[in-house]
């Protein structure tokens, strides 16, 4: 649900973030993306500009007339293509975890408004989402917005709360279809009250789904997540759930917000823009996980590079600090 | 004569290769130094296949590699090292290996109080982080001997982990930070002389006010600040259990080397790293 980006944010000139012709909006029956109201675009981006993602559903994409195919339903979220050539299907990661960076240095760089870069990364989480669908991987985790992003400038925080909002009603359906489950990780009672029912009815409506799991991290912090599952202990000691000496790290991990996914703890991060670091995002929880610095910013990282991820994930003899 | 003039010729190079270092550690002082740097020592027992060297003899250099590092660190002002020495997912190598570790560790904690020894040159305080019950008595009685003797050093702090994981500390500082607030509210309730409706309120009440304080007042590492730079040698891109709680805004740096060849270059490369992106690390502290 994060920055999944609506690029007919664009549109208003008729520009068009899959074709080089400037079709309008209202012309695709089935096109999947609808104006935001809300957004602000400073800078206008050119038709070779950035936006140039390949379409999101295999199912979709326009005949060589530019008229868009129908969108087919999707039954099952594992149906199928073969890998990469290179990639094994017995050493896919089981949980992928991104950190999102680079979107505001992006657009910056391209002379285009911080609004674009986040919609233009929120473009490529869809793409990513959907490959992990295809490929096999079970869990996603995104790191959306960080406790510490509260500190950004009001409008940019603004911006992204609208997009988180405009992004969950526009594709609950394509969720639903691709039989998504949809979890939002992190301190939900800061968030603004509309963006916390979407989040709650998102959760609802997606709980039976049993596709890809995408966790998305909202308002949430390594620490937070220790500290919130330490008072949750603290409160079932006090309630005689269980004595101080039953703590292990197996009750500690159950308590964790990630204890809601069937593989709770990453088995590949990624970190797009260069930066070597962790920024407080999953923090126990990346206690054997393989992190792969990627140098792009996030609105560059492609297919190709998510497979080279992929590649040097598959390459690394994992010990756990035991013997070979 | 010519051992004489060997030995001569042998320290005048140590010489010139010490002055160089330390001019070259004044340039690198113009920026902001790292005051904590954190090791993970990986690939001791590959480098000794490569080298084909007898088991065990990895380790053995990595600890004169270890030697040198420090020497390093402490020369360029760098307060806090920490190293990941041994960790309780460890205990599950080889009966030999693990045994052969502990007679090493053993061996090095005993020349680490030696007169000669570089935490005495260096006025460094060692303390030993983990879960230390796990450790065999006379490791844990070496341990805590240094610990001891070093204690009155105050120039720079050695942290050395040993039957240490993250995961463990955390549970750890959870279940003190848990028991130490249910003996507050007890104690509290019992002083007051409450009835028991109100000491269930304050038992609920309890519970309530952990805060990040208390986690930190009771993590093991707690002793000293977060590293400002992770390295792991063998260039592996992982955690390992080690630090996660206080690496959570810390530069990782992985170097292809094996612990045993990380040499010189690779610190001054962290360092020039971390420099990079100091200023912005320090502005969004000051903002959180």
Redesign the interface.
């Known amino acids: 649900m994060a920055c999944l980006v609506n690029s007919s944010a664009f549109a208003f000139s008729g520009i068009s973030p899959l074709h080089s012709r400037s079709d309008s909006v209202s012309r695709r029956s089935n096109f999947p993306y609808r104006t935001p109201t809300t957004v602000s675009i400073k800078n206008m981006p050119s038709k070779q500009d950035a936006l140039r993602f390949p379409p999101l559903c295999q199912h979709g994409g326009t005949t060589r007339q530019g008229r868009r195919k129908t969108l087919s339903p999707i039954k099952s979220m594992q149906d199928h293509e073969a890998l990469p050539e290179g990639l094994k299907p017995e050493l896919m990661p089981k949980h992928v975890a991104i950190i999102l960076d680079g979107n505001r240095r992006w657009a910056k760089e391209k002379g285009l408004s911080m609004e674009l870069g986040h919609l233009s990364g929120g473009r490529v989480i869809k793409n990513i989402a959907f490959l992990c669908n295809k490929w096999g991987v079970k869990v996603l985790s995104i790191f959306a917005f960080s406790t ?1 992003n509260w ?1 950004r400038p009001k409008e940019e925080v603004d911006f992204l709360m609208g997009l988180f909002e405009e992004v969950g009603q526009t594709y609950m359906d394509e969720v639903t279809r691709y039989n998504v489950k949809i979890s939002a990780i992190g301190d939900k009672s800061k968030l603004p009250e509309p963006l916390q029912e979407l989040v709650a009815t998102a959760e609802e409506t997606t709980r039976g789904n049993t596709g890809l799991h995408l966790l998305v991290a909202l308002n949430y ?3 937070y997540d ?2 919130q ?3 949750s ?3 079932k ?2 309630d005689g759930i269980f004595q ?2 039953d ?3 197996i009750l ?1 991990e159950k308590e964790l917000k990630t204890g809601c996914a069937k593989f709770p703890n990453p088995d590949l991060l990624i970190r797009t823009s260069g ?6 995002f999953y ?2 929880q ?8 990627s140098k792009k910013k996030f609105p560059d990282f492609n297919e190709e590079d998510f497979i080279e991820a992929l590649s040097s994930f598959q390459k ?1 003899e994992r010990r ?4 070979k | 004569m010519e051992s004489k003039s060997d030995s001569y010729a042998g320290s005048l190079v140590a010489s010139l290769l010490s002055r160089m270092r330390r001019f070259l550690f004044h340039v690198l002082s113009t920026g902001p130094i790292p005051n904590h740097i954190a090791f993970i020592l990986d690939g001791n027992r590959r480098y000794a296949k490569k080298q084909k060297l007898k088991e065990g003899m990895g380790h053995r250099a990595g600890f004169l590699a270890l030697m040198s590092l420090m020497k390093y660190c402490y020369e360029l002002g760098v307060k806090y090292v920490t190293i990941y020495a041994f960790s309780i997912d460890n205990f599950k190598r080889q009966p030999e290996e693990v045994q052969g570790l502990m007679d090493l560790m053993l061996e090095k904690i005993e020349g680490l109080l030696k007169e000669e020894s570089i935490v005495n040159q260096y006025g460094v305080r060692v303390y030993f982080i983990g879960n230390l019950k796990l450790l065999n008595a006379p490791v844990r009685d070496a341990a805590a001997k240094a610990m001891k003797a070093t204690a009155n050093n105050d120039k720079s702090i050695l942290l050395i982990c040993v039957a240490y994981t993250s995961t463990d500390e955390i549970v750890h500082a959870a279940q003190e930070a848990i028991e130490e607030k249910w003996g507050e509210t007890q104690e509290s309730s019992k002083a007051s002389g409450a009835q028991n409706s109100d000491i269930c309120q304050e038992k609920h009440k309890g519970h309530r006010t952990i805060k990040l304080a208390d986690i930190e007042r009771h993590i093991y590492m707690g002793l000293a600040p977060d590293p400002d730079i992770l390295v792991r040698t063998s260039g592996e891109s992982r955690l390992s259990n080690f630090l996660l709680w206080q690496t959570s805004t810390c530069l990782l740096y992985s170097p292809k080397a094996l612990w045993p060849e990380i040499g010189l270059r690779h610190i001054v490369w962290a360092v020039l790293n971390f420099q990079r992106v100091h200023p912005y690390l320090e502005k969004r502290r000051k903002q959180v």
Do not use: H
């Open positions: 510490e500190t912090s390594g620490r220790i500290m599952a330490t008072k202990i603290a409160g000691v006090k101080v000496e703590i292990n790290e500690f930066e070597q670091r962790i920024s407080n923090l126990w990346l206690a054997y996980t393989e992190i792969f610095f690394r756990y600090g035991g013997n």
